[in-house]
């Protein structure tokens, strides 16, 4: 087009190349007999043929050689692999039969077609060129020990060699790093290394050749050395408590089964009342049914067979209440104050004892009463009820519970100054200290109350010398220093005591205080008993007395003349001595004691006392 130059392309020649691919090889040469067989091996034959006029483009990897019986069809491969030599020799040949022969070359691509048949071979061997195989040395029973090595050994003989294999249970064995087979000619050899007891078993080993099969057995034993095993939770003890039935189980191992052995505390353990042991191939039990705080210490087991024993131990803790503390003794006893101590139990029950508890008994009142809780092995008790009697126990606690109590202190007596009761023997007369009777809740309650007389206590009377004594110093007499009580109906007159206050002077030295007045004068005949004793036991008259002759305190009767004559003589020392009495009763602070049994008191009181004395009757 226009300007365009016009390309001319030369066409080059091509070259011709002929690839060739590979092929399966030509078929090999006729097989042939070749003569001359040793007479060692009779019954051997050796073919030979040629190789094959091409590979096929690839090397010869071998040959495959086939036989039949004349006038089968079926070919039988002689050698299970390639034959790579171009001869071969043949055995197990059954006498009598007409054997044919024919090869086939391979290689990379394939079989090559099968050479020509050989000539038919007729086998005539003698019957005595082969043998069925027979163990001369047999495998025997053998027994081994755990972790050992044991070794079975057999020999046989055969025409031709026999093959050897090794079986246990029925599997067969094939060597391992464990177990190793190492066969030489006629003899081979089993050997077990570090043997267990999964080995234990029938033991086989077979032979077999063409002409036959046979085997040899034996029972293979394994032998343990007894060994204990314990639960992990028994390394550290068992802790149980008191009452529990009790299974204490542990494992056992070893060939033959070993006999088993229980201690506690170094003493044999046998099945009886309490405890039952049961042992088997795998384990022992020892059943303990009511524990006990004595069944805690050190358990032991042995196990025993014939090649050894095991021995194995643990601890085992028993809880419970603690027993009971020591008796309690009264250390330091002072006035309202005592101090206790005792000794800790003999057993804490396998616990720390965590208080103690102290309980005290009031004499009457029939109950045990809780006093303090403590820790330690004395405490002090105060504010303890003065002129009573007491006894002391003490109980120990831990989490487990109270044991029981102790042996009880002796009496304790807290005196009472007070009272004057310093010693026990005086608390038999206090009504206090008598004991409380409880009340009988069987009985009904409208039932009527039996009726109780009711009795007043009085002390009995004073000697003159105690009374002049009391009276002198102005102090009250002390009715509880050790003197009995008498019922108010006694005819033992009543003890008053009487302080007069300060008296007023008299409005008129007219008046007296002799026996005119109706304040003095008291007449002879009724005067009180009492009165008359008191005039006995004054030494001086008192201003406060009347000033009676010994006939007139004698006289008895009423007459207008007793009177009379009383008035006078009253009269005449009326004006002798009444300055002297009057400044006497105005400056008195005298006791004055009188003695009146009850009817005496009703009847004087009021009529013959003057206004100013002040009597205490004790009922």
Not at 37 to 44: K, L, Y
Not at 512 to 524: A, E, L, W
């Amino acid at each position: 087009m226009g300007n365009q130059p016009t390309k001319h392309t030369t066409a080059k020649p091509k070259k011709a190349v002929h690839w060739k691919s590979a092929e399966p090889p030509a078929p090999p040469g006729k097989p042939a007999l070749v003569p001359g067989s040793p007479s060692s091996a009779p019954d051997i034959v050796t073919i030979r043929w040629s190789r094959p006029s091409t590979d096929g483009g690839s090397p010869i990897l071998g040959y495959v050689v086939e036989q039949r019986r004349t006038g089968s069809p079926h070919w039988v491969r002689t050698c299970p692999s390639l034959v790579q030599q171009t001869e071969l020799s043949l055995s197990g040949l059954e006498p009598g039969w007409r054997y044919q022969f024919r090869v086939m070359a391979e290689n990379i691509v394939g079989r090559s077609e099968s050479s020509e048949l050989s000539d038919p071979l007729t086998v005539t061997l003698q019957r005595n060129a082969i043998s069925a195989p027979r163990f001369v040395h047999e495998l025997f029973d053998a027994t081994a020990v755990e972790n050992e090595k044991v070794e079975f050994r057999v020999q046989v003989v055969g025409t031709p060699t026999p093959q050897i294999s090794w079986f246990k249970d029925g599997f067969e064995i094939y060597s391992s790093r464990r177990a190793r087979i190492i066969t030489e000619a006629d003899v081979s050899v089993l050997v077990i290394h570090q043997t267990a007891l999964t080995d234990e078993g029938e033991i086989k080993c077979a032979a077999t050749n063409r002409a036959g099969h046979t085997v040899t057995r034996c029972h293979l034993t394994i032998d343990a050395y007894p060994k204990i095993r314990l639960p992990r939770q028994y390394e550290d003890g068992l802790l149980i408590e008191a009452e529990e039935v009790v299974r204490m189980k542990v494992g056992l191992a070893g060939r033959p089964p070993p006999s088993v052995e229980w201690h506690h505390n170094g003493e044999p353990l046998e099945n009886d009342y309490r405890h039952e042991i049961e042992t088997t191939d795998k384990n022992s039990t020892l059943k303990i049914t009511s524990s006990k705080r004595s069944d805690r210490g050190e358990y032991h087991i042995r196990a025993l067979n014939k090649l050894g024993e095991d021995n194995a131990s643990f601890l085992v803790t028993v809880t419970a209440r603690p027993e009971p503390p020591g008796r309690v003794t009264v250390a330091i006893s002072y006035g309202k104050t005592a101090t206790l101590s005792w000794s800790a139990p003999e057993d804490d029950g396998g616990c720390k004892i965590g208080n103690y508890i102290v309980e005290y008994y009031r004499i009457g009142w029939d109950v045990w009463l809780k006093a303090a809780t403590c820790r330690q092995l004395t405490t002090t008790l105060s504010d303890l009820i003065e002129g009573s009697q007491y006894r002391f126990r003490v109980k120990a606690e831990n989490p487990y519970g109270l044991s029981d109590p102790s042996e009880e202190s002796d009496v304790l007596f807290v005196p009472d100054p007070k009272r004057g009761i310093t010693d026990a023997s005086k608390m038999q007369q206090q009504p206090s200290t008598l004991p409380r009777k409880r009340r009988d809740h069987s009985q009904s309650p409208l039932r009527e109350p039996t009726s109780r007389p009711k009795k007043a206590f009085t002390p009995e009377p004073y000697g003159r010398d105690e009374i002049m004594r009391e009276m002198s110093y102005g102090t009250p007499l002390d009715l509880s220093m050790g003197h009995g009580y008498t019922n108010a109906a006694s005819p033992v007159p009543a003890l008053v005591i009487t302080e007069p206050a300060p008296l007023a002077e008299p409005e008129s030295e007219s008046e007296s205080i002799g026996p005119p007045t109706n304040v003095g004068r008291v007449p002879v005949g009724s005067m009180p008993s009492s009165l008359k004793a008191m005039q006995k036991f004054s030494k001086e008259p008192s201003p406060l007395s009347l000033k009676l002759s010994d006939r007139d305190l004698s006289s008895n009767g009423n007459s207008s003349d007793q009177m009379g004559s009383g008035s006078v003589s009253g009269a005449e020392h009326k004006s002798n001595e009444q300055p002297s009495q009057k400044a006497a009763i105005h400056n008195s602070s005298e006791f004055m004691l009188v003695l009146y049994n009850e009817q005496e008191a009703k009847k004087s009181t009021r009529k013959y006392m003057p206004s100013w004395l002040f009597i205490i009757l004790s009922r």
